[in-house]
Structures are given as C-alpha cells and as structure tokens.
C-alpha cells in the first residue's frame, strides 16, 4: 500500500531507523492503512485461514476443555468468557453453540472480547450475534472474576523486536532507509540485561526475538487466573524458546518479503512460549503440547466420526480434510502448540499436563 510506505519511508528519514514493533505495529493496526483496520483478512478468499475457519470441531473442543475447567473449579457463579484477537467471531460462536448443553454455563458467563479492529468488532458482533459483548482494547481492563479465556494465532501478531548477539552485547535489527527504500539494517551494540538469560544458549551473530505486549498480555491474564480462578488456552505457531529469524509477512496465502507490502501483507511471528509461561506466573502453566496431540486428546476423531455420519460426497472429502488438517503433523498438529494456564490449586486444563 502506497500510503502506508510513504508515511514510514517519511517518518524513518526525519527520526531515524525503528524498531521492527514499530514498523508492526504501524503496518498491523494503523487507523487508515493498517491490514487488521481496513480488511477481513481470513478464509479461502483473504489472505490466511486459522483452525476455527477450517472446522467447527476446533471451537467446540476449546469450548467443552473450558467448560470443563470451570465445572472442576466448582462452577462459579459469574465468570469472564473472553477471547483475545477473535478474528470474524467464528471460534466463540462456536464455542457459546457448545457450551449450551452446559448446564449454568451461559447464565453465569459474561463475554468479553478483546480486539483493536473496528472492522473485526463489527464482524465477531454479526458472528456471535449475542447483545452483551463487552469489547477491550486491551487485556488490562478485563473484569476482577474468574476469567476463562482463549487465544488463538493472537499472540503472533503481537509486535516483536529482534536482536543480534555481538560478543556479550546485542545489536538491535531495525528498519532503516538504503537508496530511499525501506531496508534491515544494525543498531549499535548494547548490554541489554532482560536478555541475560540467552547468553548461555547462544553465540555471536545468533539472533533471538522479544515480543514485550505478549509479555505484558500473559502477565495479566496470569494475574486474574491466580487471584479468581479460570483457564487461559493460547493456541499459535511457535516453540518453547525462541532462535532465530521468524518474522515473516502472508499475503494470498503465499509467503512475501515483509518490507515489501506495509499495510498489504500479513506480519507476524512465531511465539516465544517459555516467554510467556514466565510472565504468567504466579499462575500455572502447562507442558507446551502440540495441537494434533491436544485436539485428539479432547476426543476430535470421535466428533469428526459422529460428523462425518451426516455428509457424503464433497462435503464428507473436505471433513475428512478439515480433521487432518488441524491434527497432522505435516499440517498444523506440530507447527501449532497450546499452553495451558491455570491456577496452581487446580488441575491442568483437560487434554494438557504439567
Ligand atoms: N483468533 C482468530 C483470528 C486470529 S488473527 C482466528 O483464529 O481466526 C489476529 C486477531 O488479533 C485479529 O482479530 C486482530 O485484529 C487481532 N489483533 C491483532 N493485534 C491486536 C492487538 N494488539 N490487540 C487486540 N487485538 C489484536
């Protein structure tokens, strides 16, 4: 997108190169060019499709496994049903679909969502079609109750900032100007002391990754599951530790260099989930565990099996499909993982352990 370059390439060549969060967040979110505020990126026609546009059964396996946790908790009488980064609403329609043959389970939640785009808040309310959305900009506001909440490819969009090891230094990859385009370049090199820790498992020239909002967001949500109860799902791409390179931009569903589209692309990049499991504490977290293993965990052939009774033909080749889809390992089983967090006086969430 035009704009959106020009008003970076502007900015870089009065205030000098910035840090690839900037550049993130500004091509993600910005009010007019942003590609999450100005478009519908999802499904076969847009520019990725995430496990709930695949199939219903990812939804309802989310919804029961929460359900699940709230009745081993005891059931409390009001709680927080919240999903962060919601896409078109898809996954906690289908998560309310399930959970009413939940006994108390909809009279006691209240639904709250956490979502920066005003075009994605009109899809999920259209989607969810419930009256009572309670919509977040950010997880901070979310209510004092036991909060029961899911996130799924939301952490991945969260901007990230890289740096290079130099001796026992790190230099900051930034986005600078070569010959008036925009180009990666070097900061200059600094002791940094929040990256101590990945001295022991690097060498010079390796280059790890930082994501500070998804720090910020777990801590939060760690918080109101320690103090009040609750279970939080986070569902993404990525590994226990982060090394090397993974930020990367989609566009049509094809791979593209991600200085070439501001705006026009997708950007993220892959979850540093050890990060994560840190900043939730005091609140538990589980074994980081791979999609496919989860999903089958929480009994999805079984569902598929019951689905697949009632299609036949086309319909039944693309559910047979969807199933492998999510689960494989060649497919999204492996490359996606799920943590669980919960308070340390309860159980892992179903289909997780410790
Ligand atoms: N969970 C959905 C969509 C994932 S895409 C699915 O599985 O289909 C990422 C979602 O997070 C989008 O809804 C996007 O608008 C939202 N998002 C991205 N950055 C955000 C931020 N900083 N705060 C709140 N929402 C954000």
Redesign the pocket.
């Known amino acids: 997108m035009k704009g959106l370059r020009d008003h970076l390439i502007a900015r870089i060549s009065e205030g000098g190169p910035i840090t690839l969060a900037d550049y993130m967040?500004t091509c993600?979110?910005h009010p007019e060019y942003g590609y999450?505020?100005t478009r519908d990126?999802?499904g076969a026609a847009g520019d990725?499709?995430?496990?709930?546009?695949i199939s219903q059964m990812?939804g309802e396996l989310i919804g029961l496994c929460l359900a699940q946790c709230w009745l081993d908790q005891g059931a409390p009488d009001t709680f927080a049903l919240a999903?962060?980064?919601?896409?078109?609403g898809?996954?906690m329609a289908d998560i309310l679909r399930v959970t009413r043959g939940v006994p108390g389970f909809h009279a006691a939640a209240e639904l709250h969502l956490?979502?920066?785009?005003p075009?994605?808040r009109k899809a999920?309310s259209k989607t969810i079609a419930r009256p009572d959305i309670t919509f977040?900009?950010?997880v901070d506001t979310l209510p004092e109750l036991p909060l029961y909440l899911?996130?799924?490819?939301?952490f991945?969009?969260?901007?990230i900032r890289q740096f290079e090891r130099d001796g026992d230094g790190w230099r900051e990859r930034l986005i600078g100007l070569t010959d008036g385009q925009l180009a990666f370049g070097l900061g200059g090199p600094t002791a940094l002391p929040q990256l101590a820790h990945r001295l022991s498992d690097t060498k010079p020239g390796d280059l790890v990754e930082t994501c500070a909002?998804a720090e910020a967001?777990t801590a939060v949500i760690g918080a109101r599951i320690h103090a009040h109860g609750g279970a939080g799902l986070i569902?993404d791409y990525g590994d226990w530790r982060s090394l090397g390179d993974t930020f990367q931009a989609v566009k049509d569903h094809a791979a593209t260099d991600p200085l070439a589209n501001p705006g026009g692309a997708?950007l993220t990049a892959h979850v540093d989930f050890e990060a994560l499991a840190r900043s939730a504490a005091p609140a538990a977290h589980s074994r980081l565990t791979a999609q496919g293993v989860f999903l089958e965990r929480l009994g999805i052939t079984q569902r598929a099996q019951a689905l697949a009774r009632n299609l036949d033909g086309e319909a039944l080749e693309n559910h047979i499909a969807a199933h492998r889809r999510l689960t494989h390992a060649t497919e999204m089983g492996t490359l996606f993982k799920v943590l669980g967090l919960f308070p340390k006086t309860a159980n892992p969430p179903p289909g997780l352990e410790t």
Not at 48 to 53: K, L, M, Q, S
Not at 83 to 88: D, K, Q, T
Not at 150 to 154: C, I, K, L, T
């Open positions: 967040a993600l979110m999450y505020a990126p999802f990725f499709i995430t496990a709930p546009e990812f999903e962060a980064g919601p896409g078109r898809t996954l956490i979502e920066t785009s075009i994605l999920q977040h900009e950010r899911v996130a799924n490819e939301f991945d969009a969260l901007p909002p967001a569902i997708d």
